[in-house]
């Protein structure tokens, strides 16, 4: 069991940058953790993901070196780094677990997300 709470939404202009943070507790050694975005109309989309050592990383195209996925397991706490943030990335974010790499679309365990909106 994992339970997962996200911070560090908020409200950013168009190039601005924001920090996540996904903050864990319980089962948390050897989880896969991932990003994902939704944004009212538009399909679920995952954005980036991070296995428990973090060699292992994977990124959608539209946010391919804008965003920053990282974790810091001493702290259970996986991060998503955000710069040159665009219109289109405005959406809820949420992060989610799983055992399993590469994660699924569907992972056991979800936190309540965080909105974040971009000014243009």
């Known amino acids: 069991q994992v339970q997962l709470v996200e911070s560090g939404g908020g409200l950013v202009q168009a190039g601005g940058s924001l920090r996540l943070s996904c903050a864990a507790s319980?089962?948390?050694?050897?989880?896969?953790v991932g990003w994902f975005r939704q944004a009212p109309g538009k399909e679920r989309e995952l954005v980036a993901a991070?296995?428990?050592?973090?060699?292992?990383?994977y990124y959608a195209n539209s946010v391919k070196g804008r965003f920053t996925i990282s974790r810091d397991n001493a702290k259970n706490t996986v991060y998503l780094g955000m710069n040159s943030l665009k219109p289109e990335d405005a959406a809820v974010y949420y992060c989610?677990?799983?055992?399993?790499?590469?994660?699924?679309?569907?992972?056991?365990?979800w936190g309540q997300g965080t909105q974040v909106t971009v000014s243009s």
């Open positions: 989610a677990a799983h055992y399993l790499w590469p994660l699924p679309q569907r992972p056991d365990y």
């Open positions: 319980g089962r948390t050694r050897g989880s896969a």
């Open positions: 991070i296995n428990w050592s973090a060699w292992s990383l």
